[in-house]
């Protein structure tokens, strides 16, 4: 089996209206340029899924600087994870700025049966990692709303790309003190191998903060070489991912790309689903997210 951990979908109405969405929002509109297949359904999502033989996807929508747009886009997420059951797991959106109101809307999708938070932005959104005062909160409620949160990253060298951003490892361990300090319980997920932090793991002073990051493979093909995943299941053998980062990259593409890793059958699975499916709390294929909380 099979599940994307890391697949963006839109509304239609972002789809019909995205030069309005642009102009609200200056890194939507710096990443999804007229012309450009960046943007896609729920309903491309599955299609794409179902061929490249992937089972289920956690469904983000976009680190969104207006948090009026994160609940909109979230109700969407909810309809489409209804739409097709078993296959769509809902991430929150959220504004960490908007301080109250995200955790409300964090508190709002936990009843609604989303999984999680993410993927939140720091670059894009206007906040830092180490925050205390915009992040405690947030954090405090995923936690004990026992919310996986996904946070973007990037890697401090190589090649320059829209919406890259400067979300390092060195920033990522200003996060795993603060969430040791307010939410020991989290769980988070670095999106993009964590920008190259699991290699860092090597050093036992990061180990110790980074130990309980997990790392998902959104886009590694447009970075990395495939042994580069032989290297991080190594490192952090219950802790690497399957992510697509669709529709930035194919479906069919990351599958591939994974399976040319090199890896043995039982490291290839947990990549692929034992690890996120752990993660996550799945025994089997997911629920269908419940009526119950809905936005009034």
């Excluded at 969104?64 to 078993?86: H, K, V």
């Excluded at 906040?127 to 890697?155: G, I, K, Q, W, Y």
Aim: proline share 6%; glycine share 8%; with cysteine.
């Amino acid at each position: 089996m099979i599940l994307d951990a890391h697949a963006h979908v839109f509304s239609e109405v972002v789809l019909q209206r995205r030069a309005e969405f642009a102009e609200r929002d200056t890194w939507f509109g710096l990443l999804n340029p007229p012309g450009t297949r960046r943007l896609a359904t729920a309903a491309r999502l599955v299609r794409s899924m179902d061929a490249a033989g992937v089972d289920a996807a956690v469904a983000l929508s976009f680190g969104w600087t207006d948090q009026g747009i994160c609940a909109e886009q979230n109700d969407y997420l909810l309809e489409a994870a209804r739409r097709f059951p078993g296959r769509l797991l809902p991430f929150c959106t959220v504004q960490p700025r908007a301080g109250a109101a995200a955790v409300r809307e964090v508190e709002r999708a936990a009843k609604l049966g989303f999984r999680g938070v993410g993927e939140l932005f720091p670059d894009g959104q206007g906040f830092a990692l180490d925050n205390r005062a915009t992040l405690a909160p947030l954090l405090e409620a995923c936690s004990a709303l026992r919310m996986v949160v996904l946070v973007h990253a990037s890697e401090p060298l190589g090649r320059s790309y829209a919406g890259k951003g400067e979300t390092t490892p060195a920033r990522l361990l200003q996060l795993a003190a603060l969430v040791r300090d307010v939410a020991p319980d989290l769980r988070v997920v670095c999106a993009h191998l964590g920008g190259g932090l699991p290699f860092y793991e090597l050093m036992p002073d990061v180990r110790a903060l980074a130990r309980e990051f997990y790392y998902d493979t959104g886009a590694a093909a447009y970075l990395y070489e495939p042994a580069c995943l032989a290297h991080v299941t190594r490192i952090a053998p219950d802790r690497l991912i399957f992510g697509s980062d669709f529709p930035v990259i194919g479906l069919q593409r990351m599958v591939s790309y994974v399976h040319s890793a090199g890896l043995a059958p039982d490291q290839l699975q947990a990549v692929l689903w034992t690890n996120a499916a752990r993660l996550l709390g799945l025994d089997a294929a997911p629920s269908v997210p419940g009526e119950a909380g809905a936005r009034r």
